[in-house]
């Protein structure tokens, strides 16, 4: 009710300041009506609802099977995996975009994060299934060809040295959930929620003006660890128990350190960000898995653009400063202590 009032009062102001604004007033709540669809792409379940009309929710479907189709590492036709095997490739804008950022938030990360990764993820048999545990001379051999510095891209013509092989799976649904929802604000919708296989991205807030409630999963069970209310805003989660097998006793899951060639063992079990840009937060919950809450502590205090939610191994929840209104704790943590990190 509090929030509800509160947005009132920004078009209330808006309106007061200039007739433009009151158009776009007016505009905030032309669309009521809820399409909804659930669709299967980029191997996984995706959810989507969108208040807007038929049309627009037909064309974020086009955009979401789209971009599958230039980004598959597995598909023949796709434009990264002509990259892959002909060591070259002329992309579309899309592609080259995605592997631009994709690039920068490698390089902001230290390389927590390396697009090229994908020879390992093949080693371990994550990409088919066919598990195994590569020898130290294998992954010594692989860990030859992983540096995403060595990936070139001039304009739309980008290029690879040979042996390696890059991967955007660790990005790309965050890029399709930011992209499907810019189509969709462009064409005036203001209120929409996107489920790409527990990816959550939300433009604006409810058509009510209320906040999105989204519920943050478990990474060991089916139950959720919180719920976080977000507008406007991405909720990605990496964990390790989303794809893992075990051998000996030992738990091998699919985040791989890019400075071992071996599944990351960091201490935490899940990270999930949250975020305005889906592409960050996609990007950001993969490389914080890998450096371990501290590392992962130190680079959230440096930056602006994002804030973390990290389940440890040990069983302990940690949120950064700016969740501390809008997270709640459930389920196995909802009469635990939460801790807070702070900036200083
Ligand atoms: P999911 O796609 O399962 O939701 P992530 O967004 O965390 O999970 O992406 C993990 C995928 O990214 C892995 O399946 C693998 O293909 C790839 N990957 C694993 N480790 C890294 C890494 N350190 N940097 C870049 N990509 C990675
Ligand atoms: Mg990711």
């Not at 009506?33 to 037909?58: H, P």
């Not at 955007?168 to 930011?178: D, F, M, N, P």
Request: with cysteine; aromatic share 8%.
């Amino acid at each position: 009710m509090k929030i509800k009032r509160k947005y009132i009062a920004v078009l209330l102001v808006a309106t007061m300041l200039s007739g433009c604004a009151a158009r776009t007033a007016q505009d905030t709540v032309k669309y009521t009506e809820l399409y909804e669809s659930t669709i299967f792409a980029m191997d996984t379940v995706m959810d989507l609802q969108i208040y807007g009309e038929q049309s627009m929710l037909d064309e974020a479907e086009e955009l979401i099977f789209g971009l599958e189709r230039l980004l598959s590492v597995t598909n023949v036709n796709s434009e990264i995996y002509r990259l892959n095997h002909e060591g070259r490739a002329e992309l579309s804008d899309d592609t080259a975009k995605l592997l631009e950022q994709a690039l920068e938030l490698c390089e902001r990360t230290d390389g927590a994060l390396d697009i090229t990764i994908y020879p390992a993820v093949r080693a371990w048999g994550f990409t088919t299934g066919d598990y195994r545990v590569p020898d130290s001379g294998e992954l010594a051999e692989i860990l030859e060809n992983v540096d995403y510095t060595g990936v070139s891209l001039e304009g739309t013509s980008a290029a690879l040295p040979d042996g390696m092989e890059v991967d955007l799976g660790s990005v790309a649904k965050g890029y399709t959930s930011t992209s499907v929802l810019d189509m969709l604000r462009a064409k005036g919708v203001t209120s929409a929620l996107l489920n790409l296989g527990g990816n959550v991205h939300a433009l604006g807030s409810k058509p009510d003006g209320s906040v999105w409630r989204v519920g943050v999963r478990d990474p060991e069970s089916s139950e959720m660890i919180g719920a976080v209310e977000i507008r406007n805003e991405a909720v990605i989660t990496s964990g390790g128990y989303e794809r893992y097998f075990e051998q000996d006793g030992v738990t091998y899951w699919h985040i791989i350190d890019p400075s071992t060639a071996a599944p990351a063992r960091s201490g935490l079990v899940s990270v999930s960000i949250i975020s305005e840009n889906g592409t960050l937060a996609d990007a950001f919950s993969t490389a914080l898995f890998v450096m371990g809450l501290d590392d992962a502590a130190e680079f959230w205090r440096e930056s602006d653009d994002f804030e973390a939610i990290f389940v440890t191994e040990d069983d302990k929840l940690y949120i950064t400063e700016g969740l501390e209104d809008s997270f709640t704790p459930l389920g196995r943590f909802e009469d635990e202590r939460v801790e807070v990190l702070r900036r200083d």
